[in-house]
């Protein structure tokens, strides 16, 4: 699996305005709907969802970084966005306390559990790369990070 196999570029946001977690997932929501990876009529279902899903546990797994993830009937096709917070960081009750300036996002059919996991898996695996995680916070515009997934995606191709 690659990032571009799930993230839509329109739904990459390197200026996060959101100040708070639920902001943060309610904005990723949008910019999901609005790159037509989410039907608008139901992004705030899905931003619940997502929410529910942050009851459980949070997706801050340290670092700095989150992967708010769910479920949802709403897609056929699993969809992801990036954002970015150019600022100190978004408090996400994270593993390590730290705030969270990297997101990744994830929705998908219900029925395609394993799709759904090895996306999850790619993302865990590319964050465990120290200096893909520094230029992706560092982003400052919708080409960078492209740019950086795409690379992200050679390099996890060449490595399979």
């Known amino acids: 699996m690659k990032f571009s196999d799930f993230i839509l570029t329109d739904a990459i946001i390197t200026d996060l305005k959101a100040k708070t977690k639920e902001e943060v997932i309610r904005e990723m929501v949008q910019a999901l709907s ?25 997706t801050g797994i340290g670092r ?11 897609v056929d096709r699993l969809v992801g966005a ?15 306390c730290e705030k969270v300036n990297l997101i990744f996002m994830l929705v998908s059919p219900p029925d395609r559990p ?8 790619h993302i865990t695996k590319q964050l465990k790369d120290d200096g893909f995680v520094r230029f992706l916070k560092q982003a400052k515009s919708r080409e960078d990070v492209l740019e950086l997934l795409e690379d992200a995606d050679g390099s996890a191709s060449s490595n399979a």
């Open 34 to 58: 609005t790159a037509h990876g989410i039907p608008e009529q139901d992004a705030e279902s899905v931003a619940e969802s997502i929410m529910r899903r942050e009851e459980l546990g949070s």
């Open 64 to 74: 700095g970084i989150a992967v708010p993830h769910t479920k949802h009937v709403s």
């Open 82 to 96: 990036v954002a970015v917070s150019q600022d100190e960081g978004v408090d996400f009750d994270s593993l390590d």
């Open 114 to 121: 394993g799709e759904h996991l090895r996306a999850l898996e």
